[in-house]
């Protein structure tokens, strides 16, 4: 208990210090730009709460590594392995010059790391077709790797709201350590929940209030702690089913896949453009903005943050099946699939809603899509 608390209270201090010296490196770290498809902010707010994360859960399993808990090294091992993927975050968010496509590669590199320090390298998928190339090393690394990267670029994806990615990593977080502890697997377990504590730390200065933001580094560091314990719980233990952590991954996984195809197909744009139509940002237009206040910067903050809960309520929806049926691999791939469903049906009806014109068919979503007015 004394790491958890000293891994919140560190993670708090040093984000509340990061806030508070806002002023003095705002010109680095601060993002004042709120007219991009996907801002939804005003004012200049320091966007390095990776950061503090970083901090509470460094000192923390240092701390209980000297004080003679050996198997916290593995904490220390992990973050090790997560700082290309931090870093190339971080220096975005202090440059704005790091493109999406070297972000990836940095968190791809934190993945083969975490293959050749950790040996967390997946084997198997239960993916009928799939499993026959997994026993081929290159290929587990590289599948390994893809896995790690996607993770990772998917919780920045999803970073587009006051609390959404940093909650949703929490539940995550809280998921893996319960089926840490179901399997026996009590060091993964800690790692998990000192993880949860110190994203803690940063949540309760960024939500409701949006005193700082994850930003880039924050969010590929959550990602890829996400991605890593997963996939370790997974190698560590043959009764857990390899798709156990993609489920509990299945929402901004999804929604990165899905956003692949609707920047593709859809609009055909290049997949990496960034819009405003993700399901959160629609969620905001369609169903919070007109019902959350005036449009100062009260009424902004109060819109901001009334988005969140219902992304949280979704990707509840997802971790509940993997707690239940984290051995049937069978299940989890249906509830993959239902759950895959379900997204798109609330994607379309929440696109459809209070528009101008009766949905009439294709063409009018395909207008929405590409932000045009419906006529």
């Not at 026996?184 to 929940?193: A, F, K, P, S, Y």
């Not at 000192?194 to 005193?211: E, H, K, M, Q, T």
Request: hydrophobic share 55%; aromatic share 10%; with cysteine.
């Amino acid at each position: 208990m004394a790491g958890l608390l000293a891994a919140f209270f560190l993670s708090a201090l040093t984000t509340l210090w990061v806030i508070r010296t806002a002023h003095k490196h705002s010109h680095l770290s601060a993002d004042a730009e709120s007219s991009g498809p996907q801002k939804f902010h005003q004012g200049e707010v320091p966007r390095v709460g990776g950061v503090g994360i970083l901090v509470g859960i460094a000192v923390s399993a240092l701390a209980l590594y000297l004080l003679g808990w050996d198997d916290e090294a593995l904490a220390l091992k992990i973050l090790l392995c997560a700082l290309p993927a931090f870093g190339a975050g971080l220096w975005e968010d202090l440059t704005k010059q790091v493109s999406p496509a070297k972000r990836l590669l940095a968190s791809a590199l934190s993945g083969g790391l975490g293959c050749a320090m950790l040996g967390a390298t997946l084997s198997r998928t239960d993916i009928p077709g799939l499993d026959a190339l997994m026993v081929f090393p290159v290929f587990a690394v590289m599948a390994t790797v893809f896995t790690v990267a996607g993770v990772a670029n998917a919780l920045n994806i999803i970073d587009g709201f006051n609390g959404l990615a940093s909650m949703c990593a929490m539940l995550m977080l809280a998921a893996f350590a319960g089926l840490s502890f179901v399997v026996g697997d009590l060091q993964l377990m800690r790692i998990g929940l000192i993880s949860l504590f110190a994203v803690a730390g940063f949540f309760i200065w960024n939500y409701p209030r949006g005193l700082i933001f994850l930003g880039d580094g924050g969010a590929y560091l959550l990602g890829f702690l996400v991605a890593e314990i997963g996939i370790l719980l997974v190698v560590r233990h043959p009764q857990m089913s390899p798709l156990v952590a993609l489920m509990v991954c299945i929402y901004p996984v999804f929604e990165t896949v899905f956003s692949i195809y609707r920047r593709r197909f859809l609009r055909a744009v290049p997949p990496g453009l960034p819009d405003g139509i993700h399901l959160h940002s629609l969620i905001y237009r369609r169903l919070v903005r007109w019902a959350a206040g005036p449009r100062d910067a009260r009424g902004m903050a109060a819109r901001n943050s009334a988005v969140s809960p219902f992304l949280w309520i979704l990707c509840l929806t997802s971790i509940a099946p993997a707690l239940a049926f984290w051995d049937n691999s069978a299940l989890l791939g249906a509830c993959i699939v239902i759950f895959a469903l379900v997204y798109i049906g609330v994607y379309w009806r929440i696109v459809r809603f209070k528009t101008p014109l009766i949905f009439k068919g294709p063409k009018l979503v395909a207008k929405i899509m590409m932000n045009q007015p419906a006529r």
